[in-house]
C-alpha cells in the first residue's frame, strides 16, 4: 500500500518533511512532528530525550560535518500495530557531508546508507515523532 491518503499518507509527507528540512540546514524544521517526550538514538548509539535535545542534536551536526549534507528517505514501511500508533522504518541515504563522525564510514559510492524506525503516536489530534532509532547499514 503506498498510502494514497489518510494516516499513511500524513505520516509519510511527515517523513518527507524531514529530509526537506534535513536538506535545508533546519534543525526546528526536521524535529517539527517530534514530541517534548521524544527518545532517539542515533547511528553511534548515542541516546538522548526531548523534542530540545534533539533540536539541539542536529543543530550541531547541520553547522559542523553534516552541513549542507543531502538527505534521501525512502519510506519502505508503515505499520499501524495499535490504535494511535505507526511505525515507520525508513530507507535513508546521506551524501555530501563534510566529514564523518568517527566509526561512520561511507560505501564506496560515497552514500551512507541508515535505517531509521520511527514511532509516531496520535497526541491532540496530530501524529507527533516519539521514538527514533537509527542505525547504519553495513555494505
Given amino acids: 500500500m503506498t498510502g494514497d491518503s489518510g494516516p499513511e499518507k500524513i505520516i509519510r509527507d ?3 518533511s524531514q529530509a526537506d ?5 533546519d534543525a526546528e524544521g526536521y524535529a517539527a512532528n517530534a514530541e517534548d517526550d521524544l527518545w532517539f538514538t542515533n547511528v553511534r ?4 530525550t526531548g523534542r530540545e535535545e534533539f533540536v539541539r542534536v542536529h543543530d550541531s551536526v547541520f ?4 552541513a549542507g549534507s543531502r538527505l534521501e528517505a525512502e519510506v519502505e514501511r508503515v505499520s499501524f500495530p495499535g490504535s494511535g500508533v505507526a511505525m515507520v522504518e525508513i530507507l535513508l541515504r546521506l551524501t555530501g557531508a563534510r ?3 568517527a566509526g561512520i564510514v561511507p560505501s564506496a559510492d560515497g552514500v551512507v546508507r541508515t535505517r531509521l524506525l520511527e514511532v509516531f503516536e496520535m ?6 515523532l516519539i521514538a527514533c ?6 555494505v
Avoid: F, L, S
Wanted: charged share 15%; with cysteine; aromatic share 12%.
Fill in 14 to 16: 511527515i517523513v518527507q
Fill in 21 to 25: 528540512a534535513w536538506c535545508k540546514d
Fill in 45 to 48: 548509539g548515542q541516546h538522548w
Fill in 63 to 66: 553547522r559542523g560535518a553534516y
Fill in 99 to 101: 566529514a564523518m563522525p
Fill in 123 to 128: 497526541r491532540r489530534g496530530v501524529w507527533t
Fill in 133 to 138: 532509532h537509527n542505525t547504519v547499514v553495513v
